[in-house]
Structures are given as C-alpha cells and as structure tokens.
C-alpha cells in the first residue's frame, strides 16, 4: 500500500510466526497498524493470535500456515485521518486483509463492501468470541450486523473529590452513597451540578465541574443523558433532534451561570485541569475517562492504593436526566476489521485467537483499557489493576459515538456550540439551532432532522 512501511512488528513476522520448511502452503495476510505508543499490542496479539493459531493448524494436521505481514502507518491526525486514509486504499484496490480502527468507522467500510459480515463466524465460534461483553458488540453494528470484534474499551465517569465534599458538609453517608444513589436513578444531572455547587460555596475548592477542553468523545456522554442517540435507525443517518440538543446545552449553560463550570472551560489546558484536578485537589468534579487515573493522576501524586485512593476521591456513572431515568457512561472501543476477501475467514480465525482474554489483559493492563471478556475479572493482573476491574461493571450501561462516517464533523460543530454556550455567546436553544443549520450546511446527505 503506497506510503504504508513494515513496521518493526513486521520485522518479528519470521521469527515470531516461523512456518515448518515442509510442503505447505503459507498464507500471508496484510495487518495494517498505525505506529500507536497508546496501544502496541494492537498488533503484536494479532502475531501472537497467528502464533496460537498456527499451533492449532500443525494439530489439526492442516496443509497450511498463517503469516502476517504488519504495514505500519505513522500516528499522525488521528483516527479519523487513518480512516481516510484506508478508505482511499480500499478504493483503488489497495486495502489490507486486517486492520484496527475507531468503531464509528466501521459502517463506512461496510457501506463500501470492503468488510467481511461477522455476524455469523462470531457466533458460531463462541469458543473464540463468546464471552465478549454483549454490550461490545453494539459498537460494531452496521444494520444490525456485526462488522468488526471490538478490541478494546473505556469507562467514562464522573470523579469527585470527597474531602472537598466533608469540607463542605456532606456526611460519609451521603458521600460512600452517591454511587449507588446514580446508579439507582435517584440522583439527577441536574443534582451532581447542585452537590458540585455546595462543595464550591462551602470549601476551598476552586472549580465546579470539569470537563474536556478539546474535541473529543467525553462531553457527548451528557448529551446521551438528555436523550439525544444521534443516529436515525431507519435510515442510518446521523438523527438531530432540536429539542434534546437544547436540553444538554441546557445543563451546560446552568453550570456556568451557577459558577459550577467556568466559562473558559473550553480554552483551558490539559496540564491546568489535571494539576487542579489530581495535585491541588481544588477541583469538585471532573467529567472524564477511567484511563486518566494510571496515566496523570497517579504519577501526581494520587495514592495508587484502592482503600487509600476511595478516602480521597470516587467516581460515578452520568446520571439520569430526571429521576427514575438510567445512568449512562461512554465508551470508545477500538475494533478490528476483517477485510471481504479470499482469505476472509482464516483472517476471523486469527482475530478470534487474538482476542484470547490473557492476550486482551496484556493489552488493558499495559494502556489502561477495559477488557473485552468477562474471564478476564478472574485474571490477578486486571484484580491488581482495580481501577479497571472497578469500572468494569459500567460497560452494562455504556453507549457509544454513532457508527457515522461523518460524526466526526457533527462532533466538531458540537463542540462549537458548546463553546458558544459557555462563552455566553449561544442560549441554549440557539445552540441547538447552530448544530442543526451547520450540519445542514456541511454535511447535508448525512443527517435527519426531526
């Protein structure tokens, strides 16, 4: 593929996959990989699953073996730009016969049949894909079929700090109960705003609630709370919805006009949140992701210790809009492609093996993801890593980004209407408008409008 390299994990291929000098067949399968500190074994399971898979072969006495050939592709402009990039292969001919790629891609492969449908192969193989999280599965479904094996998950959560919560009044009954309290629908967006709000008139804390100061996946969990799915189902278009946009750009705007988020939320930098999130600990609440606590907050002084870290801080799904109503996180699983072809099925095959759930925990425990199996609760490795076998249970109630080629644009004009909002610049309602005719203007085929 033109501008694609062999990657060092290409260069392991011999070593790693070694097929007897007997008379036998290898079949040599494309990986593409983009060159990710962020997830290296993103490729190197899939050597390891041809590795397993080969041994399986030499047992079943087949004529055959598997070899992959890893093509490396620099990280550069993120997920998105990968996608086009493949996408451009594919058309001239040129894709690879496995790749990894953000879920909200996977329909615009399936839509240009460049896919194979694993559907079937998935569950008639539940030795290889069984105990994958139902939830999972979700986020690979073009039409109500499966088109990729998820790889990878998150939690999305809520963190709050608890000594400013007793700082500021609240009881540890309150406290070591608002989880469950979320978790039940008793508790409101709306009320976490409220709690955030009295820790901040009533301690030394400096903000409210956080979140993100850039584009990305996080803040679109409230916008879920307030009902809005972003995809029509009938026709697989991206679904807007007046009503429900205002509703979360609603929650937004009361959380600066109460003082709770601050109005420049969307111009802060990444070291600033974190450092008076994680170190000053002058922070209430910080709308964010399950891998921040080994990557930033640990290395800031957070104590690593489960009991020790549960004194200071906790965390708790987003909660219902209206009480009774469901708490909800988001996550943002990575997934592998299985390209239509002849080798099609021995390239699901290896998926399969590498999806082996001690291979996936050498993957979470190292990059701080969720596993995709349940087993790997039992694995001691994940049970070390506590906060991930802690956050686990919220992927019952996770959502995901819209399967939307063009999401990523939807997104943008999103977040700039957040932006508007927050500044003072957009009521609301306005806000909700702004997405509507800038994604009519923009990408026009792409959405439905109700």
Request: charge should be negative; include cysteine; hydrophobic fraction near 40%.
């Amino acid at each position: 593929m033109k501008h694609w390299t062999h990657g060092t994990l290409a260069l392991l291929t011999a070593a790693v996959l070694s097929v007897p000098a007997l008379a036998q067949e290898t079949i040599t399968l494309t990986l593409w990989s983009r060159a990710d500190n962020s997830g290296p074994l993103r490729p190197g399971n899939i050597l390891k699953g041809a590795e397993a898979l080969n041994k399986v072969l030499e047992e079943e006495g087949a004529d055959y073996r598997v070899a992959i050939e890893v093509l490396e592709q620099p990280s550069e402009g993120g997920y998105d730009s990968d996608a086009e990039r493949l996408l451009r292969a594919f058309a001239i001919g040129e894709g690879p016969d496995l790749f990894h790629q953000a879920h909200e891609w996977v329909c615009a492969f399936a839509d240009g049949g460049y896919l194979y449908d694993l559907t079937d192969y998935t569950q008639n193989n539940p030795d290889l894909f069984g105990d994958i999280f139902p939830s999972l599965w979700d986020s690979t479904l073009c039409n109500g079929r499966r088109y990729a094996v998820p790889q990878d998950a998150e939690a999305r959560m809520f963190f709050f700090n608890k000594e400013l919560m007793r700082e500021a009044g609240y009881d540890d009954a309150f406290i070591e109960s608002l989880d469950e309290k979320v978790m039940a629908g008793e508790v409101t967006m709306d009320d976490i705003s409220e709690v955030a709000k009295k820790v901040m008139d009533n301690s030394t804390a400096e903000f409210g609630i956080f979140h993100r100061p850039s584009r990305g996946p996080d803040y679109i969990m409230p916008f879920f709370q307030y009902g809005n799915s972003f995809l029509d189902p009938e026709s697989g278009k991206l679904l807007l919805e007046a009503d429900k946009l205002a509703a979360a750009y609603g929650w937004f705007a009361r959380n600066v006009e109460n003082g709770v988020t601050p109005a420049n939320n969307t111009s802060l930098e990444w070291p600033f949140i974190r450092d008076k999130m994680w170190k000053e600990k002058k922070v209430a609440m910080w709308m964010y992701g399950i891998w921040e606590l080994g990557s930033e907050a640990f290395p800031r002084g957070v104590s690593t210790d489960q009991d020790e870290f549960f004194k200071e801080f906790g965390w708790t799904a987003a909660p219902a809009a209206e009480r009774g109503g469901q708490p909800g996180s988001l996550t943002h699983p990575i997934v592998y492609c299985v390209t239509n072809g002849e080798h099609a099925e021995l390239a699901a095959r290896v998926v399969g093996f590498a999806s082996d759930a001690s291979l996936n925990t050498d993957h979470a425990v190292s990059t701080t993801h969720l596993g995709i199996k349940r087993a790997q609760q039992e694995d001691p490795r994940y049970i070390e890593q506590w906060p991930l076998l802690l956050a686990t249970p919220l992927l019952e109630i996770t959502k995901y980004l819209p399967n939307h080629a063009d999401f990523g644009t939807l997104n943008q004009i999103i977040y700039e209407g957040l932006q508007g909002v927050e500044t003072g610049q957009l009521s609301a309602d306005d806000a909700a408008e702004f997405v509507i005719s800038e994604a009519e203007a923009r990408i026009p085929d792409s959405i439905v409008i109700r």
